[in-house]
């Protein structure tokens, strides 16, 4: 228990309310290497497309799980498949997303830091080239909008074949 207690922070305890603790969790450690499968991730797929999220144990990228997204048909757009973190953040704060990725084939990502109440205004808004080779990544937002709920979400309906990702982080 004292192993488990250390790799995931649990002592010593914090007594503030489970709200508060939560954001600062999801924000602090977004299951960066899938530890927890797809825990406090959200996994969607829309319009047509038909994706299978998968926790690979046997290709991985940094830790003893990685996140597989399988494109099995693709839509007419790339949120037709997505996978999404939601945290809280303050407002004018700059935040610094990582990640690691790979794909089977060469495959568009698109990453995006948004706010869900005004998803037209992006605080990061980048497309990356996946290939085979592992590849890091590191995108510095805007200042943020105002304080309250955000989400990094990974955009990928639009091609078919499979895709890793690993180590994703904010600071």
Known sequence: WNRWADKVGALPLDTRPYGRRRNDYNRAKPNDEFDENFGGWDCHQNG??????EIDTI????G??????IINKSGVR??????????RAEK???????????SSQPTELKFRLEDP????????????????E?????????PLFR?????????MGLSQGEIWIDSVTIS
Do not use: H, M
């Open 92 to 102: 004018d704060e700059r935040l610094t997303i990582s990640f690691k990725a790979c």
């Open 64 to 69: 003893e799980k990685t996140a597989r997204i």
């Open 117 to 132: 109440g005004r998803i037209n205004d992006k605080a990061i808004n980048e497309s990356v080239e996946l290939n085979s």
């Open 147 to 155: 304080s309250g709920e955000y989400q990094l979400v990974f955009y």
């Open 134 to 142: 592992v590849q890091s990544f590191s995108f510095t937002s805007k």
């Open 48 to 53: 047509g497309a038909e994706l299978d999220f």
């Open 59 to 62: 290709r991985t990228i940094s």
């Open 78 to 87: 790339p949120a037709n498949g997505w996978l999404k973190w939601s945290f």
